[in-house]
């Protein structure tokens, strides 16, 4: 039971570039997350899926798209990377009204 | 508009004493939950504590509390105790009823535990 996992950990990408973050979760949720830590700062809501089949915006969605590919993954796409998305990207599933399950967070550089 | 406040960038504290975390909230929903979370310098993020805003109690989980003044709109983290492990960042977060899909979180407090 890995809970929630993201890939890659760590990752460089010079301006311009596009990549893709993966999220899978095994724990049978409804409700995926994406979310990005600057430093000295709290986590800041990019996107989330409520549900298979549907995505919506969070409060800092430019420069950003998702994909809710099943119920297990969702991923966060960078179609033009630029420096101020270097950050580090957190997914996050939700069983109930209560916790969030946090992934490990994937550190991005872009220069 | 800011909604969760954290004022204390970083605390100290000597182990075994008991140190508490300030959070204030902004909101106008009457249904909210608000929530603490631990990140050790590992990065992960770790889930203490919740409380609902219709709940009459304060919340706890073993060493946590949650001093919860709706009135005031605070909801500090009591942490009783403290161990050498407890050196982490820590983050207020909170969801309100209406979208609760869309959670918000503090800019954290550092907090170093002295042995």
């Known amino acids: 039971n890995a809970g929630v996992t993201q890939t890659p950990k760590f990752q460089v990408l010079k301006t311009g570039q596009s990549m893709t973050l993966q999220c899978a979760q095994d724990m049978n949720h409804n409700s995926m997350y994406w979310y990005r830590q600057d430093p000295g700062m709290g986590l800041r809501l990019i996107y989330y899926s409520a549900s298979e089949g549907t995505t919506d915006k969070g409060e800092v969605p430019n420069g950003y798209n998702v994909s809710r590919l099943n119920k297990r993954e969702f991923s966060l796409r960078l179609e033009s990377a630029a420096p101020s998305q270097t950050s580090v990207y957190f997914c996050?599933?939700?069983?109930?009204?209560?916790?969030?399950?946090f992934g490990p967070g994937t550190r991005l550089t872009v220069t | 508009a800011q909604k969760i406040t954290q004022t204390q960038p970083g605390m100290f504290v000597q182990e075994k004493e008991a140190v508490t975390l300030d959070c204030t909230y902004d909101?106008?929903?009457?249904?909210?939950?608000l929530f603490w979370y631990k990140q050790p310098s590992s990065g992960e993020m770790i889930f203490l504590i919740y409380?609902?805003?219709?709940?009459?109690q304060n919340a706890t989980e073993g060493r946590y509390s949650l001093n919860f003044q709706k009135a005031r709109k605070s909801a500090n983290l009591v942490i009783s105790a403290s161990q050498l492990g407890d050196s982490a960042m820590y983050f207020c977060a909170m969801r309100e009823g209406r979208n609760n899909n869309d959670m918000r979180f503090g800019a954290g407090t550092r907090l170093t535990v002295k042995p």
């Open positions: 409380q609902g805003s219709y709940d009459q």
């Open positions: 996050a599933t939700r069983r109930d009204l209560y916790e969030q399950y």
């Open positions: 909101t106008s929903d009457p249904s909210y939950g």
